[in-house]
């Protein structure tokens, strides 16, 4: 599980990430509001921790942004801010928890433990539905009709980018970030034999959908009638 802490308070985030990391979790860390919207954009979390008083852009711009965006990626502020005004505000603005500090790690852990126990990934149903396809990301099960076949958590992550993002030109760095981290060293190349696991896969269950690749950029997703 991977997690994102939007937090310009250097120590704090610095010892939340090292607590969630003891949990097993991979943790991310950004200090300034508009880097935090810029990670999310570009990559694929779980859970995102934001305080609400962030540089560049406050924690309400970021996560009213980022909806904007289409990013559905569950929300947990973490902030100073506790009167009810601030929580209303909070929880408007499209978060899913609001947490005052100082806080308790457990108490915090526990609230993470509930968010993720709930149906659905980044707000939206598990079953994403393309063409003749049907995909659960939690499971890495792809089907067709009477047939089926279950992908690896890699094609996994790269078949739900592209079905997320239907009919789109999508950049290879975008795919790149999203798929092995914004600051992987990961070869250019193993996108590439990616995209030909996932033709494959897609060929095994006898689907229509075409992954087309757009000379220079990137790749896209097509759906043929």
């Not at 569950?74 to 801010?81: D, E, G, H, R, Y």
């Not at 089907?143 to 078949?159: G, I, M, P, Q």
Request: proline share 4%.
């Amino acid at each position: 599980m991977r997690i994102l802490i939007i937090e310009d308070d250097k120590d704090l985030a610095q010892l939340t990430k090292l607590a969630l990391e003891k949990e097993n979790f991979t943790v991310d860390v950004c200090l300034d509001g508009a880097e935090g919207l810029y990670y999310m954009q570009e990559n694929m979390y779980d859970l995102v921790l934001l305080d609400r008083m962030l540089p560049s852009m406050d924690g309400a711009q970021v996560l009213k942004a980022a909806r904007a965006a289409h990013i559905f990626t569950p929300v947990i502020f973490l902030t100073a801010l506790g009167e009810l005004e601030d929580k209303v505000t909070g929880l408007n603005c499209g978060a899913d928890d609001y947490m005052v500090k100082p806080f308790a790690f457990e108490e915090l852990l526990a609230r993470i433990h509930s968010i993720m126990r709930r149906p659905g990934k980044w707000g939206e149903p598990n079953l994403l539905k393309l063409g003749d396809i049907a995909f659960d990301p939690e499971c890495g099960h792809l089907t067709r009709d009477t047939k089926e076949c279950t992908l690896s958590d890699r094609e996994s992550a790269l078949l739900e980018v592209f079905l997320r993002n239907p009919g789109q030109v999508l950049p290879r760095t975008l795919l790149l970030s999203r798929v092995w981290g914004l600051d992987s060293d990961v070869e250019d190349g193993n996108l590439d034999n990616y995209i030909h696991f996932l033709r494959r896969r897609l060929k095994s269950v006898g689907s229509t959908l075409v992954l087309k690749t757009v000379r220079g950029v990137g790749y896209q997703l097509q759906v043929y009638h």
